[in-house]
């Protein structure tokens, strides 16, 4: 079974308005990382926003913020204000075992192409 | 802080070349190191990863090698290419410490002819 589901290999959103990216994983850990990576056209992978399994609030990170649902296995990435440069593929990925002896492998998703009209 | 180099951008070669790939990370210690392949419009495969100088793991059997020669440097090879191994290539560092990101090179884009 997959750890980090991406079910939407689409997205497309107005510029200016905000768009939630879809991402659930799988872990019997009750210790884990949750990140989501931005990649795009170019080539470049970059790190957008992490959340720890124990942190109580979502995180945010300027225009993301993460809408951590730990019951539900979820952790939506959300964009406000979309820009046209905001137009990328994005990765949602989990690492298990935050303390010593963790795991030292993410697991990604397949990810998620966000395409921002003007 | 740190950052990480990967080179070469762009990479064209014959089959049955040699290849090697190096990246190297400055501004931090005893990094752990992986190496990805992304074949086009898909996601990220690990190839191999290490935890310390010496110390290759690999995930996927294949034609490359690894290896990371000083703590900070890390580098992909083949004896001999396929055309099976075009493709995007990345490498990434992380802390050893857990819940913190990987920082990913540039990559290279390697094409076989």
């Known amino acids: 079974a997959q750890k980090i589901t991406q079910t939407q290999p689409g997205m497309f959103v107005q510029e200016k308005e905000a768009v939630t990216l879809d991402c659930t994983y799988d872990?019997?850990?009750?210790?884990?990382?949750l990140f989501w990576y931005k990649q795009p056209s170019s080539g470049e992978m970059i790190f957008l926003i992490y959340?720890?399994?124990?942190?109580?609030q979502n995180a945010t990170e300027g225009r993301y913020s993460l809408n951590f649902q730990k019951a539900r296995k979820s952790a939506n990435l959300v964009i406000s204000a979309s820009q046209l440069g905001d137009s990328a593929m994005y990765f949602c990925?989990?690492?298990?075992?935050?303390?010593?002896?963790?795991?030292?492998?993410?697991?990604f998703g397949r990810g998620t192409s966000l395409i921002v009209h003007p | 802080s740190q950052t990480i180099h990967q080179w070469p951008a762009t990479l064209v070669q014959p089959v049955g070349s040699p290849l090697s790939l190096e990246c190297t990370v400055e501004?931090?210690?005893?990094?752990?190191l992986y190496w990805y392949r992304q074949a086009a419009g898909r996601g990220l495969q690990l190839l191999f990863y290490?935890?310390?100088?010496?110390?290759i793991s690999s995930e996927v059997p294949q034609n490359l090698s690894a290896s990371r020669p000083q703590d900070r440097q890390f580098i992909l090879s083949s004896k001999k290419l396929l055309l099976s191994d075009s493709g995007f290539y990345l490498c990434a560092w992380s802390a050893q410490e857990g819940g913190q990101p990987q920082h990913f090179g540039d990559g290279t884009r390697l094409s076989i002819l």
């Open positions: 290490s935890v310390g100088i010496g110390q």
């Open positions: 501004g931090t210690s005893n990094p752990n």
């Open positions: 872990t019997s850990d009750q210790s884990y990382g």
């Open positions: 990925a989990m690492r298990e075992g935050l303390g010593a002896g963790g795991s030292y492998i993410p697991t």
């Open positions: 959340q720890g399994s124990y942190d109580e």
